[in-house]
């Protein structure tokens, strides 16, 4: 993660899942609001985007731990040198065991759309912990560097601890499309200030920024908030367009069917019509 590269391949993956919560969440409680009281089983489809999600969580773990262990200057799968009696790329270390979580919750995701006999909850709990685990390292990622370094990083613990607090909760409140929504936003603040970091530590136009000035903090503070109101104004107009779109092609649809339905009451009295003209 050392270049901007480095922070928007994870920044792009964060905001990705973040729209794709946002858009399965908003179908998901459209279909369950429609649906009869009583009736929770999920059509077909929903199960593969399950798979689908589980799959590319997978994916995108097992290319960002190659990528960290086999760059030019990665560890290249050594965690200790004893000739220098030394730990090997320790950061490269870290990153793959963020990803190493993300791609087991990945695989929870997948088992529990699989197997019904696993309990309600798992694949939620495995992305809160991969969560947990990805706030814990970064918290002591960043000792001993600059100040603004320090706490721009700092303030992207916020996004991920609240995205593994809010995760935490879906375990035990299920179906709870303000929770689902509010675990999709932290996503979405957690790829955007990925970026936010890479812009700041790694500008790839104009002057560097000042890592020791203190109104740069301030500046970076204040900068946190506005994605946060731009990550919930990004949430809010993606649920407004799937429920106006889902809600549009669903009236198409019964206009269709409806006509569909009453084209052969016509048809059927229009020859009854004719039979009788015939008889008389």
Known sequence: MANFGGHAIPGSFFLLFGFWLTLKCTLQHVWRTSQPKGRHNLPPFFKKMEYVEGGLQIFASFVGIMVEQFV??????????KENNSWVKLMNWQHGTMYLFFGISGIARIASAAFKVLPAGVDRLTISVALFVEGFLFYYHVHGR???????????????????????????????????????????????????????????????????????????????????????????????????????????RGDIEIGMQTTPSKSSSHRALLEESDDE
Request: aromatic letters at 14%; a negative charge.
């Open 72 to 81: 030019v200057d990665g560890p290249h799968a050594r965690l200790y040198d």
């Open 146 to 252: 600059a100040p603004l370094d320090a706490h721009i990083h700092s303030l992207l613990l916020v996004a991920v601890f609240g995205g593994s607090a809010s995760s935490m909760l879906e375990v035990f409140i299920r179906d709870n499309i303000i929770l689902e929504l509010l675990t999709a936003c932290f996503f979405i603040l957690q790829g955007s200030w990925f970026y936010q970091i890479g812009f700041v530590l790694y500008p790839l136009s104009g002057p560097k920024w000042d890592l020791n000035q203190h109104d740069n903090m301030m500046f970076v503070t204040m900068c946190f908030c506005w994605h946060i109101a731009v990550a919930m104004l990004l949430v809010t107009c993606t649920v407004s367009v799937v429920w106006f779109t889902v809600k549009r092609f669903s009236a198409s």
